[in-house]
Structures are given as C-alpha cells and as structure tokens.
C-alpha cells in the first residue's frame, strides 16, 4: 500500500505556457501533501504544504501565484507552473501523507516518481 | 534553521561495506530518514529510525545514530551494483511540522 502517483512524467513546453502536475495518492487518503523540488545534482526543497481544503502554505521565496497548488480532495493535489520559463525547469516531485501530524510513524511521507519539466 | 549534511559521492567495490554519514542540526528531530534515488526516479524510503533509538538493522542495511554528535549514518552490508543511486538523508521534526528536510545526498557508486 501507500503508492503516489504523478502524472505526466516528463513534460515538456513552450515558454509562456501553463502547466499542470498531478499527484495522487492511489490506495490511501492524503491528508497533507507536499511539492518538492530538485534541480539536477541537488537536494530536493520544499516548495509548499498543502491541506485538503485549504489554501497551501508556500515557503520563504516561492511565488505563489507562480506555483499554484490545489488540493481538493483526499487523494488528489495539483501543481500548476503558470507562464513558465526556462528556469522553471526542474524535477517536481510530490509527497503525500496518511496522517495529521504527531509521533506515529504512519506519518510517514509516501513520494510520487516525479515529473520532468522542461521549458523550451 | 535546520541543516542536514552528507558527503556528495562515495565510491565501493561490488561486495563491499558501504558507509554513508549524515549530519544534522536540529536536535529536536524526531525522526531520521534514508532514501535511495535512482536516476530519473523519485524517492524509494528505505529505512527509518525514531529519535531514541541508536541503532536499527533491516537486513543488509544498519542505521547507527549518535543523537548527541547528530550524527547518522547507513551502512549497506555486500553493497552490490543495483545498489547505486543517490541516498538522501531526512529528519523530521513533529513539533515544528512535518516537512522533511533533505540533505544534498551522497551519489553512491559500486564497481564489479
């Protein structure tokens, strides 16, 4: 159990273009889900939180309405990269989590495969 | 605010022990993470272990974590060469939320 998905895969668009990523949790419900980022030979950082619900929290320096989050429902949050450029071309990936927060370890952070985005 | 350090590249041979050490800074994390990244791929958790706790063994992986140096380490017993990959280390902290922080990972290679 516990698998996310992404979807698509590898993406690739024009500069100036929309993109929306998808990220489901396929066999559990996500309470909170969670976008990262990674640039190549880099570390993944945290771009934001995001409740079912509600609106995502975003960390110091991400655009919010560069990067717009939606979670509207148990199983399926989404990342739209709006007006993209070639910087914003990256490895996205997404996690989600079974619980509400605390010490058990089905806190635990469940990663979707990622997804390339290229911006010609 | 919080940081986590790995050493960026460790080199074995096919049936080696492979070693990969990790620092952190937060000492209020509560729980310590391995995961494995093959390329292209996202995150593969491998193992995990609860803050008080210094030691874990999951078969050919054994976790030893020195809470007063924050110091974590993961060590791959017979490392073979599907083995190689890019292990991240993560610590959570559960009374500051529960975002992960990532260190850089260490590119493991292993040579037949």
């Known amino acids: 159990g516990a698998v996310v998905s992404q979807h698509p895969s590898w993406v690739i668009c024009k500069s100036g273009t929309s993109v929306k990523i998808e990220c489901r949790s396929l066999?559990?419900?996500?309470?909170?889900m969670f976008w990262y980022r990674q640039f190549p030979k880099q570390s993944l950082m945290l771009m934001a939180t995001?409740?079912?619900?509600?609106?995502?929290?975003?960390e110091q320096g991400v655009e919010k309405d560069k990067f717009l989050i939606n979670h509207a429902s148990l199983t399926l949050s989404t990342l739209t990269v709006t007006s993209a450029h070639p910087e914003d071309s990256s490895f996205y990936i997404c996690?989600?989590?079974?619980?509400?927060?605390?010490?058990?370890?089905?806190?635990?952070?469940?990663f979707g495969p990622g997804t390339r985005l290229t911006v010609l | 605010g919080e940081d986590v350090e790995q050493s960026l590249f460790l080199s074995v041979r096919e049936g080696d022990s492979s070693v990969i050490n990790c620092t952190y800074t937060?000492?209020?994390?509560?729980?310590l993470y391995w995961y494995k990244q093959e390329p292209g791929a996202g995150l593969q958790l491998l193992t995990y272990?609860?803050?008080?706790?210094d030691m874990k063994q999951d078969q050919r992986l054994t976790v030893l974590l020195n809470k007063k140096d924050k110091h974590l380490s993961l060590r791959i017993a017979d490392t073979q060469t599907g083995d190689s990959a890019i292990y991240f280390c993560?610590?959570?902290?559960?009374?500051?939320?529960?975002?992960?922080?990532f260190g850089k990972g260490t590119t493991l290679s292993v040579s037949s």
């Open positions: 996690s989600a989590r079974k619980g509400t927060g605390g010490f058990e370890y089905y806190n635990e952070q469940f």
């Open positions: 995001s409740n079912e619900g509600s609106k995502a929290t975003y």
């Open positions: 272990i609860f803050s008080n706790m």
């Open positions: 937060d000492s209020s994390s509560t729980y």
């Open positions: 066999d559990f419900q996500a309470t909170t």
């Open positions: 993560a610590e959570r902290n559960d009374q500051a939320g529960t975002a992960l922080i």
